[in-house]
């Protein structure tokens, strides 16, 4: 009774506290300017970041930058701090600063003189603009992508080009009964106008590599609803991207051709010499796979020679590349590599390109099991844009290890892995947002400390334990959330006999004031599987603590950060290792803190929400209360209408191929690793949040489970977000669904 007294009740209590958390902004992203000599010898850089924050009036979230100036002296830093407020951004897409920092490119999203949508293609010189480019009017080609997965604004290294990736021009479609002649093509020569025939299937074809200018597209009757295959959840619309170069004196604007029909480029940028473009490309047939938070997509690193005339590829075919990185002296490429299909995301390689001799080499392999507190290899998916020592010798990265993000170096010529961080360092999480002649800026934050940003310079090799990091903003942190990481070891009769002896992690998050009795929990299993929880600031569980739930957050084995072999343990056991690692975790925790074991709440999304039905499931009169968003519950009947039909014979344990179906016994394989199945005996009352554009679970799933349990007598609400996807991101989709998560595990452990 006395917890119950300490969590709060009112509903407007509890909009208040999510309107004040709302309030800490997210760091997105940081550039370092030129550096610059004063007149009395001191050195200095500027440092501009960008900021995105919820503003739940205008049911947005707001874009900001802020300035900053860093003094110093013998990579020391002396004096760090802001240059002034911040100041929103409006319709900025991308954004990227030349070489030199004299000019910076901006690809912009706003209305034209007519009032439609338009995107704009922008370079300043300095305080000034000196282009802008319509490139909707243009209709070279079609929107131009700003995700993170293609996305690309690159300068030339001699400032003269823009390389960005844009999606192919289509032919345009008109109806069989449209007036007008059957397929006509208008090309401006002289006041003449001629018409063309051309079939469809060759309008992909290319004989060459060069550059070429689009000429107006024939109409194309018969066509007019032919599918597109997009890149899936997150990547609707984007089909078959292009890349695209802007020359900055004449505004030309050129599509370059020759790519292999059967690649989609992306994460492109300028060879050292400017003759050609690097990129990576992934292959799209048979059919098109989803590919956010896949990185497992077959890949390679490509070049177009666009003086030689040729596309060659550069990596391994059969393999996943993504995120290279050049390096400042122009020699060497750096990218990530690891199995093709497979679990979508897994231990990476680092991979070492020779620009001048052609080999290739690896610099970090993958690592199977760390030793304990040892580097346990690289997860992520994006090196941070600019990740190189000045002597181009070592590369800064960060990466998982167990349940936080740390920063490593990484010496490109004998292999060796560092740590960054000193050890009286803040426990936290790390990531690197930029690096340039050494002077590091990266983004911190905790479960009880919003997001902010520090810089250092790196040391010396040998003396990284050394770096010395400054704030540039003030650290809020919240003074009444604590927390601590949790070991867990299954019980012997739980072990993996493939791979025994694994253990893992969940953190903890309590309030700190002080109860006679004990705290209501809410069990948080991360989706995936293979992800993670790190200890960073996170809005809902920081919520719902202050609220006075303890909130526990549990990586399971099969989550990243603790070895492949992790990662590959949890194959086949969907269902069942990763569902007993959650309840395992939760009884160890009630055995070491003050939590009320009869007021246990479950809260997860896709396969997070997939494990609390199982857990809800397989423990039918354990927990209190259930809330899942977009959860898979039907593994099979998931296989033809998701993006991802590999995640579901792969983490069945099954052989994923395009060519053919599951045989008749894998459909009983996967129905029975499913959530669907133990539904007649739920128990608990259930909130379900679906997405109705979520390509990645399709809402179906949910609702077969709602209708399920209602006919089993099961309490249940369903919210249905119109517009959102799979990550129900959208400002109004985010603020509700917290309120409603709020209310109703207040409504069954409290009321």
Not at 700 to 705: A, I, K, M, V
Request: with cysteine; charged share 20%.
């Amino acid at each position: 009774m006395a917890a119950a007294a300490q969590v709060m009740q009112k509903a407007q209590d509890v909009a208040a506290l999510y309107r004040h958390l709302c309030q800490f902004p997210s760091l997105s992203s940081a550039s370092i300017g030129p550096e610059v000599t004063t007149q009395y010898g001191g050195k200095y850089s500027n440092v501009y970041t960008e900021w995105a924050q919820r503003d739940l009036d205008r049911n947005e979230l707001v874009k900001f930058c802020r300035q900053y100036i860093v003094f110093h002296d013998n990579n020391t830093v002396v004096y760090a701090g802001a240059c002034g407020n911040g100041s929103e951004i409006r319709g900025e897409l991308l954004s990227r600063e030349s070489p030199s920092g004299a000019l910076k490119a901006v690809l912009r999203e706003t209305k034209n003189r007519s009032g439609e949508e338009a995107q704009f293609l922008e370079v300043w010189d300095r305080n000034r603009k000196v282009k802008s480019i319509n490139l909707t009017a243009l209709e070279k080609h079609g929107k131009v992508y700003e995700d993170e997965q293609f996305g690309s604004l690159s300068w030339s290294h001699s400032e003269t080009h823009l390389l960005y990736i844009a999606e192919k021009k289509r032919p345009k479609t008109k109806s069989f009964f449209d007036a007008g002649h059957l397929t006509t093509e208008e090309e401006e020569d002289g006041a003449e106008k001629t018409v063309k025939v051309r079939a469809p299937r060759d309008l992909h074809r290319s004989s060459h590599v060069g550059v070429g200018h689009c000429s107006a597209f024939l109409f194309l009757q018969g066509d007019q609803f032919v599918l597109h295959e997009d890149w899936g959840e997150c990547l609707v619309g984007k089909s078959v991207p292009a890349l695209c170069v802007l020359d900055i004196e004449s505004g030309n604007i050129s599509v370059l051709e020759g790519i292999p029909a059967d690649v989609s480029p992306g994460q492109a940028f300028w060879s050292p010499d400017d003759t050609g473009v690097l990129f990576v490309g992934w292959w799209h047939s048979p059919y098109h796979l989803g590919l956010k938070y896949c990185a497992n997509r077959r890949s390679a690193l490509f070049f177009v020679d666009l003086t030689g005339g040729k596309c060659e590829t550069l990596s391994c075919d059969s393999s996943a590349v993504f995120s290279p990185r050049l390096s400042p002296d122009k020699c060497r490429v750096v990218y990530l590599q690891c199995a093709a299909l497979g679990p979508h995301l897994q231990c990476c390689q680092m991979l070492m390109y020779d620009w001048y001799t052609k080999v290739t080499s690896c610099v970090v392999d993958i690592v199977s099991r760390p030793a304990d507190g040892q580097f346990g290899g690289i997860y992520t998916s994006l090196l941070a844009p600019f990740c190189w020592s000045a002597d181009s010798r070592r590369v800064i990265i960060d990466t998982v290890l167990r349940s936080r993000q740390v920063l490593f170096v990484v010496d490109i010529m004998t292999g060796m892995v560092t740590a960054l961080q000193p050890q009286d360092t803040s426990p936290g999480s790390w990531k690197l947002m930029a690096a340039d002649r050494d002077l590091l800026v990266v983004r911190f934050s905790s479960p009880n400390c919003p997001p902010t940003v520090k810089v250092g310079f790196l040391p010396p090799p040998g003396s990284e334990a050394d770096i010395a990091w400054v704030s540039l903003e003030e650290e809020n942190r919240i003074a009444d959330i604590d927390w601590s990481y949790k070991s867990h070891r299954p019980p012997p009769e739980q072990e993996n006999p493939q791979y025994p002896g694994l253990d893992f992690e969940s953190i903890l998050l309590k309030p700190r004031s002080p109860l006679d009795g004990c705290h209501p929990l809410v069990v948080y299993p991360h989706g995936g599987p293979q992800h993670f929880f790190i200890s960073e600031w996170m809005l809902f569980p920081a919520a719902l603590c202050k609220m006075g739930f303890a909130v526990l957050l549990v990586n399971y084995r099969g989550s990243l950060g603790f070895g492949q072999d992790s990662v590959m343990s949890i194959l086949g056991k969907v269902g069942d290792q990763d569902v007993k690692d959650v309840q395992t975790a939760v009884l160890q925790l009630l055995q070491s803190e003050p939590i009320h074991p009869h007021k246990v709440a479950l809260c997860g999304g896709s396969h997070g929400g997939f494990l609390s039905c199982h857990l809800i499931g397989q423990y039918p009169d354990f927990y209190k209360a259930c809330v899942v968003r977009n959860p898979v519950t039907n593994i099979p009947a998931m296989v033809g209408s998701t993006d991802i039909p590999d995640w579901c014979l792969v983490e069945s344990g099954l052989t994923f191929s395009y060519q053919a179906l599951p045989e008749a016994p894998h459909w009983g394989d996967m129905l029975n690793k499913s959530p669907i199945i133990y539904v007649s005996k739920v128990k608990t009352p259930v909130l379900l949040m679906l997405g109705a554009e979520d390509r990645r679970v399709p809402n179906t799933q949910g609702l077969e489970y709602y209708k399920a349990l209602r006919a089993h007598g099961v309490e249940a609400r369903l919210l249905w977000y119109p517009g959102n996807n799979h990550s129900l991101d959208k400002m109004d989709a985010e603020s509700d669904s917290f309120m409603n998560i709020a209310l109703w595990i207040l409504k069954h452990l409290e009321g």
